[in-house]
């Protein structure tokens, strides 16, 4: 890997910060009238993709976030069955007792509690809760996209023309040479001298 000079190291660290090669070129000390076009070009450099893709890499590893584990929070998420979130009265069981794959499909829950009265008075008389869960499309279509399943390759239908026989073969060409006889007797048919300028 080519050697990258200290403003270049710089951007590198400079850009995973909020990943804007714009604003990274000009904290990095390079001139702020042309930091667009710089950090555009600095991207291109491999030694520099090299050197963002390492740092990123490491600091994945250090949190704890690998590949795998992506994959499979996708998973959970594209695999929910809102159905283990009730129990069989059809109330919604208490979080605690939510399997792994259920939790980590859900992406909030709300709770409203309703009373009546006032004061000392004040009673509760009931609460509604509303579970929103992330969506299992965005999940599907991610784990589709890294399975390859909307690529070009994989959905591409291979047309091939068909496959005839000798006998087939013969008839067709038979068939192809009885129709261009039709169409030449037609021609011979119709009539001749059309005037100039009628269609």
Known sequence: MKKLTRKQK??????QKDFCATDAAKRAGYST????EIG???LQIPAIKEAIEKDTEARLRKVGVTAEKVLTELARVAHCDIRRLYDDQGML?????WDDDTAAAVAGLEVFEEFIGKGEERMKIGETKKVRTHSKIEALVNLAKHLKLFG???????????????AEKAFL?????ARAKKELEALREAPSGTQEGEQ
């Open 152 to 166: 070009d390759d994989t959905l591409k239908v291979q047309i091939e023309p068909p496959q005839y026989t000798d």
């Open 33 to 36: 009238r042309s930091a667009t």
């Open 93 to 97: 069981r208490p979080p605690k007792e």
């Open 173 to 177: 060409k038979e068939l192809a040479i």
């Open 40 to 42: 555009y070009q600095l």
């Open 10 to 15: 710089l951007f590198s660290s400079e850009y």
